[in-house]
């Protein structure tokens, strides 16, 4: 049943709620909305002329928000105060699309060119473990979610495919 809709001065990219607030977003800065629609915060911008804020997701605390920026092949990990506390890249990983905060604060992030899907630190750092690659059956992951009743790392796909992944 439809709710709502509400109408963005922008596009949407990417949203992600948390606390009763939406994050979402646009390809070139990332806002806080709350649930009626309206502007709570405009948080990071970039200026320059490519894509650079994708998807977002939020630590449970809400302490950390991670941005991916497809085009520079980054994970950008911000506080609460909109400031960036790290950069992860990895020459071996490029386009990181979807990223995805597990309940147990697992951050996990899906690289459409790369075909591979990773875990980092909370911090945003460094890479912890690869969970799956083109060996695996991944084609063009855009987005990923850890499903924590089953334990299923679940992989969305550009095209009509999803895969499930069974955790060890």
């Known amino acids: ?73 980054k994970l950008l990990t911000l506080a609460r105060d909109w400031t960036v506390i790290s950069t992860f890249t990895d020459s071996e990983l490029q386009g990181p699309w979807g990223v995805h905060v597990t309940p147990a604060g697992q951050v996990l992030v899906c690289y459409q060119s790369s075909k591979t899907v990773i875990q980092v630190d909370r911090e945003g750092k460094k890479k912890i473990a690869t969970l799956a690659t083109e060996k695996d059956g991944l084609k063009s992951p855009w987005t990923v979610f850890y499903n924590w009743k089953s334990g299923n790392v679940i992989v969305g796909h550009y095209s009509e495919h999803i895969l499930v992944f069974k955790c060890k």
């Open 1 to 73: 049943m439809k709710g709502r809709k509400l109408q963005l001065p922008h596009e949407c990219r990417g949203l992600a709620p948390h606390q009763g607030d939406l994050y979402v977003t646009s390809g070139k800065a990332l806002f806080k909305y709350d649930l009626t629609g309206t502007l709570v915060e405009k948080m990071h911008r970039d200026t320059s002329s490519i894509v650079t804020v994708w998807r977002c997701a939020l630590s449970l605390s809400g302490d950390r928000i991670y941005v991916t920026n497809k085009s520079q092949h």
